[in-house]
Each structure stands twice: as C-alpha cells, then as structure tokens.
C-alpha cells in the first residue's frame, strides 16, 4: 500500500494516534479528583461527575445517586477554573486528534502529506499539547468550589485537597486513588508524547510536497 510517510512516519503517526486517544479518553473521564460525600465515593472530571445529591420527595430526603453524567448545563460547572479547562483541555484533545487522523491517512495515501504538511501538524500537535498541559494546570485552582470542599471535609483549597492528599478523603481506597492518577498520567504521558512528535514531524514525510501541500 502506498504511503507518504517514512517508516518512522508511520511510527509517528501510531504514536501521534495513541497518545491522542489517551488525552481524549482522559479527559472524557470523570475520574480526575476522588472524594466522599454523605459515605458515597464521588469523583470528579472537568465537566462530568459521579454521585451527586438529589432530593428525594417520597422519603423526604437528600440521598446519592450512584451515576455518572455530565453538568446540566456550561454554567453549572463548579468554578470558573474549570469551565476554563473544560474549554481549553477540549480544544487540545480536538487538534491533537484531527492530526492524529490525517497522518494515519497519510499512511495508506502517497503524498498526501509533504514536509510543509508536516511542519503544520507539527506545530498543531505543539499547540494541542501546550493546551491540554495548560488545562491540567488550570485544574487545581478550582478545588476551592464549594462541591469539592462538600467531597473533602471542606478542607479543601487550591493545589490543598487537605490532609488526605491526594485522596481528598479517607473514605477513597487505594484502587480508586490509582485510578484517578492513571486518567492525570494519561493526559500528561499524551501531551509529552505529542510535543515529542511535533518537533520530530517535519522529517518523516517522504516529499517535499504532497496533495495537500503541492504549489500552485
């Protein structure tokens, strides 16, 4: 079959892929902060949660309902901080993934993809990375909401979830504390992988020019 890429594009384009689908798992997940509520494991992401209170009017009273789902609306996200990184991680994992896509194209297509391409999707993969990054940071600072001080004891501020760092309570046990770090190491591992692949990517097309970077 007929590429565009170098073996070590193709390799590139693998990567470029994994590292993708792990940033946009990751930030699909609401497993980012583990905590407790009313003796109830909550977990959190930038724009889903997994047990929350709800009224209860047969027995008139506030119970956990064991589920996960994202918030009602934008606004209903806890802080502003994390609407922030909701928009920004989302847009990393975007670009990160529409290059991710075309370089795998480039793959089964010949020159589909030449130099200036790949400078281009490296330079997006460069931004995409820098956005994600820039959201993980982005994430503490909203742990001073009143949702998350409910999950910690109320001992919870920014880049401080309390004494029982990083498990914000003690009722989180030690699968669920892994867990939580596997989805923030999947968006870190992502990001660096893809600053690794937008300075590498220039040199893996097989053509200086490709279909979608030929001269006119």
């Excluded at 583990?34 to 047990?51: E, N, Y």
Aim: glycine share 10%.
């Amino acid at each position: 079959m007929a590429s565009s890429l170098t073996c070590v594009g193709v390799v590139w384009a693998l990567l470029s892929f994994l590292s993708a689908a792990a940033c946009c798992v990751g930030f699909f997940m609401p497993y980012w902060l583990l905590g407790s509520q009313m003796d109830k494991p909550v977990s959190f992401g930038t724009f889903r949660r997994c047990s929350y209170p709800v009224r209860d009017e047969e027995r008139q009273a506030t119970v956990m309902l064991e589920q996960c789902g994202r918030y009602a609306s934008f606004q209903a996200i806890p802080s502003l901080e994390w609407r922030i990184c909701t928009v920004v991680t989302g847009v990393g994992c975007g670009l990160l993934l529409l290059v991710a896509l075309t370089a795998l194209m480039g793959c089964c297509v010949s020159e589909l993809i030449s130099r200036a391409v790949g400078r281009a999707a490296g330079g997006i993969q460069f931004v995409g990375g820098l956005l994600i990054g820039s959201g993980c940071a982005l994430y503490p600072l909203g742990w001073d909401s009143e949702e998350v001080q409910q999950t910690c004891s109320n001992a919870s501020d920014q880049f401080e979830l309390g004494k029982s760092l990083p498990r914000c309570s003690s009722h989180a046990n030690a699968r669920d504390q892994q867990w939580g770090h596997h989805f923030e190491k999947a968006l870190g591992v992502g990001s660096i992988s893809q600053a690794v692949s937008a300075w590498a990517s220039v040199y893996f097309p097989k053509r200086p020019h490709g279909i979608l970077g030929q001269r006119r």
